[in-house]
């Protein structure tokens, strides 16, 4: 089991910036494919940013040159680096662990941490 808890979300103007954090515990996360995913009313969770363990890097095209997906095995920790946010950025993001690895692959998640871009 892998408990995942974000933190350094909240309100800030448009063209601001946010570091968002995710420390996971329960497990090493070495071998997990860590991203974070964004979710507003009505809609479903997107993908945001993936690193995968190989160190393989994905960005949805709407943040890509914006923001900046960064892992620290050493101390179970992803980051989020969100530059020149927009209001379309507010949304709900959710740090996310998965295990490829296992037998049965599996999925964790964070509760979440509200991001408000203000225009």
């Known amino acids: 089991q892998v408990r995942l808890v974000e933190s350094g979300g909240g309100l800030v103007q448009t063209g601001g910036s946010l570091r968002l954090s995710c420390v996971a515990s329960g497990r090493i996360i070495t071998y997990f494919d860590m991203g974070w995913y964004s979710q507003t009313p009505g809609n479903q969770r997107e993908m945001v940013a993936v690193?995968?363990?190989?160190?393989?890097?994905n960005y949805a095209d709407s943040v890509k040159g914006r923001f900046t997906i960064t892992r620290d095995n050493a101390r179970n920790r992803v980051y989020l680096e969100m530059n020149n946010l927009k209001p379309e950025d507010t949304a709900v993001y959710y740090c996310?662990?998965?295990?490829?690895?296992?037998?049965?692959?599996?999925?964790?998640w964070g509760l979440g941490i509200p991001v408000t871009v203000s225009s």
């Open positions: 690193v995968a363990y190989s160190g393989n890097i």
């Open positions: 996310s662990a998965y295990d490829s690895t296992a037998y049965r692959p599996v999925r964790y």
